[in-house]
């Protein structure tokens, strides 16, 4: 029996230098990454599991941020497995590891808490053509932190050598989480109505997704930026700035689901801003949002002045906003006020509205 498979115009000028200029502008598929592929491999796998009996324990459907499984008594876990992508290049040229911990435990328990789920566990996985156990302490380091701040417990892992696989300094990373929440709490999206709202919470910044499309923007194809420089009005390395580790939104969310007055929650990663809210929206809606009612994080003003036109940077990156919430808007003082206590501010970027074409 299967379960869940979890699966226009450019802001800024581009900064003169003696990179070759391609003389197009820059895209995630000209990066090597198609999300429209993405999206059909999802589909296909639809079908493919759509041939087969369905076990009853399996919640929901395909496409969500998490897979949920009955256990009993009212009670359902919920499981997810994710990456840190391409930022594995950076930090090899940066030379900044423990972040990827945050990182690889984040992209996790970030999907996972937009269900309603509390994080219970956490494994990781390693893979390399030689291990460096400098370099992994770093990360385990990370990892550990993270799972701390998310409430959670690194329970196991693996780590293996693959020198015919990887080169001597190649390696990737995965993560896996697990939580628990109860059947008639779960946060699915059903829900929503037209007439809700949408509020977000800041990212740290590029996060974990889009930094193929990163690479190539910073690199010899784009700006040929030097990482260990300041940009102009800038407090810190561009290094520190790319490199900066992944948000956990674990106690924000958690602190939000127990009012009982969210309708839907969605972590920002690859696929951008409309790309994941959509995921959680019924069919016959659709959401508006002002890109414009945020204060977008110097990083990807330096990204988008590559040449990277603003409809992709939109569709590829979280541009400043990491995780959102969908909520009545009778119900925001109350959300606020829950996310003020655990640090976090809140900013109403949208709006559910009707939507015909989606029905």
């Known amino acids: 029996m299967h379960g869940m498979f979890l699966r226009k115009i450019s802001r800024g000028k581009r900064i003169e230098s003696g990179c070759v200029n391609l003389g197009e502008n820059l895209s995630y598929e000209k990066a090597g990454v198609n999300i429209e592929a993405g999206d059909l491999w999802v589909e296909m796998i639809k079908k493919m599991l759509s041939k087969r009996p369905k076990d009853p324990n399996c919640v929901g459907s395909v496409g969500g941020f998490a897979a949920l499984y009955r256990i009993g008594e009212g009670k359902c876990i919920a499981a997810c497995c994710d990456g840190v992508g391409t930022k594995l290049e950076l930090a090899k040229e940066t030379g900044i590891y423990r972040g990827l911990g945050q990182d690889l435990?984040?992209?996790?328990?970030?999907?996972?808490?937009?269900?309603?789920?509390?994080?219970?566990?956490?494994?990781?996985?390693?893979?390399?053509?030689?291990?460096?156990?400098?370099?992994?302490?770093?990360i385990l380091e990370g990892i550990l932190d993270a799972c701390e701040e998310s409430m959670c417990s690194l329970l196991g892992g693996e780590t293996a050598e693959m020198p015919d696989v990887y080169g001597a300094e190649g390696f990737d990373l995965a993560g896996f989480a697990v939580g628990m929440?109860?059947?008639?709490?779960?946060?699915?999206?059903?829900?929503?109505?037209?007439?809700?709202?949408?509020?977000?919470?800041?990212?740290?910044?590029?996060?974990s997704n889009g930094y193929s499309l990163v690479r190539k923007a910073l690199g010899k194809e784009g700006l040929c930026a030097d990482l260990d420089s300041v940009p102009d009005g800038w407090e810190e390395k561009?290094?520190?700035?790319?490199?900066r580790a992944t948000k956990l939104y674990v106690r924000p969310a958690l602190a939000a689901s127990a009012t009982g007055k969210v309708h839907g929650m969605a972590h920002i990663t690859g696929g951008g801003m409309y790309g994941n809210i959509i995921r959680v929206i019924p069919k016959g809606l659709?959401?508006?949002?002002?890109?414009?009612?945020?204060?977008?994080?110097?990083?990807?003003?330096?990204?988008?002045?590559?040449?990277?036109?603003?409809?992709?940077?939109?569709?590829?990156?979280?541009?400043?906003?990491?995780?959102v919430f969908i909520i009545d808007p009778a119900d925001l003082e109350v959300i606020e006020k829950e996310l003020l206590k655990t640090g976090d501010v809140p900013i109403t970027i949208g709006r559910v509205l009707k939507c015909t074409s989606r029905a």
């Open 105 to 138: 435990v984040a992209m996790n328990v970030n999907d996972l808490v937009t269900g309603g789920a509390r994080p219970l566990f956490f494994l990781d996985y390693a893979s390399c053509g030689k291990l460096n156990v400098e370099l992994f302490k770093d």
């Open 181 to 207: 929440v109860d059947e008639d709490k779960i946060i699915d999206g059903s829900k929503i109505k037209e007439g809700d709202i949408i509020i977000g919470l800041k990212s740290t910044g590029v996060h």
């Open 238 to 243: 561009l290094s520190e700035a790319v490199m």
């Open 286 to 323: 659709d959401i508006e949002i002002d890109f414009n009612s945020w204060e977008r994080p110097k990083i990807f003003d330096l990204i988008q002045s590559a040449g990277i036109e603003e409809d992709e940077m939109r569709k590829v990156f979280n541009l400043g906003i990491g995780y």
